[in-house]
């Protein structure tokens, strides 16, 4: 079976000089559901901003079938929906419902089918009523939950979530995973959530300072990495020494 997404030996400085990815390979398979795991600043944002190529470092990647390069990232990126970490970088139109139904828009729907499209987004994360309100003003979880609205509505083949329950209520966060546990795409999450990334994926990547140390069983990283589960707030307890 042909990945969907394939990394080889990618590596990452930051212009400051901080080596954020240090030689990360990775397969996605249509289909699974992979949870990131690893400590503050261990690489993972950085990992996934290259795989629609908002940042591009030496070595290899390419999303189903097409390497992200520059000529290939309209058509990457109409393949791989990004929910960023900081919602406030993903928002921009006036209002939520223009900001969902910039995608559709922007993928050739007319202005009703696209309104329609990006209604039915909001209606899945629960939001159909801000549709008018203005993203800027609104709370942290509902720009979450508008962020997501915004990719689901451009119906890609993967989905990539950063950090997508900070900021989330609990019944927003159980509700978040009920959608995400409906919709076919693969998927690849980021979280420290250790209970939440269990109810979507049974596979897990555990970063380390800009590698993947560990790729398997999801209960057995979080074991071997004592990555606890059980908060909500997106805190969880880090590697703990032996013994
Ligand atoms: N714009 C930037 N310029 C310089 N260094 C950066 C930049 N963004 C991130 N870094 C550094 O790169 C490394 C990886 O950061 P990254 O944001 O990928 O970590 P992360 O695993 O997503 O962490 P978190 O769990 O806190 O979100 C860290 O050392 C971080 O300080
Ligand atoms: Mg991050």
Redesign the pocket.
């Known amino acids: 079976m042909e990945p969907l997404i394939e990394v080889r030996g990618l590596r990452f400085r930051?212009?400051?000089g901080?080596l954020?990815l240090d030689g990360v390979d990775f397969q996605l398979f249509p289909g699974e559901t992979v949870a990131l795991f690893?400590?503050?600043?261990?690489?993972?944002?950085?990992?996934v901003h290259h795989l629609n190529g908002l940042l591009a470092g030496e070595g290899f990647v390419s999303v189903c079938g097409l390497q992200v390069e520059k000529r290939n990232l309209p058509a990457v990126r109409r393949k791989i929906g990004l929910v960023f970490?900081d919602s406030d970088e993903q928002l921009f139109m006036p209002t939520v419902i223009e900001d969902v139904a910039f995608g559709p828009l922007n993928r050739g729907q007319d202005t009703t089918a696209a309104m329609e499209t990006a209604s039915q987004a909001l209606r899945d994360v629960g939001l159909e009523a801000l549709a008018g309100r203005a993203p800027y003003h609104l709370s942290a979880g509902e720009k979450k939950r508008v962020a997501l609205a915004g990719i689901l509505a451009m119906e890609p083949e993967i989905l990539v979530l950063?950090?997508p329950t900070t900021f989330l209520d609990p019944p927003a966060q159980r509700d978040l995973a009920a959608l995400l546990r409906r919709l076919p795409q693969a998927k690849l999450v980021?979280t420290?959530d250790a209970r939440f990334a269990r109810a979507l994926a049974r596979r897990a990547v555990f970063?380390e300072k800009?590698r993947i140390v560990a790729d398997g069983p999801i209960d057995e990283i979080v074991d071997r990495f004592q990555w606890v589960p059980g908060t909500t707030s997106g805190e969880a307890a880090g590697p703990q020494p032996a013994g």
């Open positions: 930051y212009d400051d901080t954020a690893g400590r503050n600043g261990s690489g993972k944002t950085t990992f970490q950063d950090e980021v420290h970063f800009g």
